[in-house]
């Protein structure tokens, strides 16, 4: 079966104990069968136990896997969601100006890796758009890091922040090829930040993407919206689920 799921990110303020069993019953209806979480401590309490309720689980989350003193707790919390891979989903901007420091983010992403595999995990890297601002060594600074990272660190492309940093993304996608896994998408304005609109209805060539990227996990995710998120969510995914056929 093919993952759709959701960023939980995009639902922080809409999905609590009380509103958890109507807003998942909305989001499964329109063809989510997963949920991407984040900060998996702060819904540790209640979300597994809703998202067993509703026949799904969150086989990836965002989480701080580098420079986090205590993994065995992390890993501990994602077992319970169901989680099979792990991404970082942010790092110092400043980083990828410097050869320098993203070879210190490789080592650590690499030494991670048979951490997480032991602990029956795979681990990742998600971007934003300052990854793709700066030179480094004659490409941008997400292909270098990408370039000194161990093959088993998997990558989530950010759609929607790679060509807001100026990135063809499917022709990105070709070049990093199965190092690429899941896929964020989302839609909005390509010519400065503001909130992000049901996908579709944005200035991202989704079709293009959501084609060339066929073979990933699918996930929607609103960084902010200026309506209501859940129905902007429940309209996304109807839309990337009529690409899925």
């Not at 540790?44 to 065995?72: C, F, K, M, T, Y």
């Not at 050869?99 to 210190?104: N, V, Y």
């Not at 990093?176 to 304005?189: A, S």
């Amino acid at each position: 079966m093919t993952v759709l799921s959701v960023q939980l990110y995009s639902l922080r303020d809409a999905i609590t104990p009380e509103t958890a069993d109507a807003v998942l019953d909305k989001l499964t209806a329109a063809g989510a069968n997963a949920i991407e979480g984040f900060a998996p401590e702060r819904f540790a309490d209640w979300l597994p136990e809703a998202l067993r309720r509703h026949g799904i689980s969150s086989p990836s989350i965002h989480a701080r896997i580098v420079d986090n003193d205590d993994l065995d707790a992390l890993f501990a919390i994602c077992k319970d969601f169901g989680t099979k891979t792990i991404f970082l989903p942010h790092y110092d901007p400043s980083a990828f100006a410097s050869a320098e420091q993203l070879d210190i983010l490789a080592d650590k992403l690499n030494a991670l890796v048979p951490v997480a595999e032991a602990a029956g995990f795979r681990i990742g890297y998600h971007n934003h758009d300052f990854e793709f601002k700066h030179e480094v060594n004659g490409t941008t600074g997400y292909e270098y890091l990408v370039s000194k990272l161990d093959d088993k660190v998997l990558l989530e492309l950010d759609t929607f922040w790679a060509a807001f940093g100026g990135q063809d993304v499917p022709a990105l996608l070709a070049k990093l090829g199965d190092r690429v896994t899941h896929l964020h998408i989302k839609d909005g304005r390509l010519d400065e930040r503001a909130d992000n609109v049901a996908v579709g209805t944005g200035e991202l060539d989704v079709d293009s993407i959501l084609e060339a990227g066929r073979d990933k996990v699918w996930v929607v995710e609103f960084d902010s919206c200026g309506t209501d998120v859940v129905q902007a969510t429940v309209e996304s995914l109807q839309y990337v689920a009529g690409k899925q056929a």
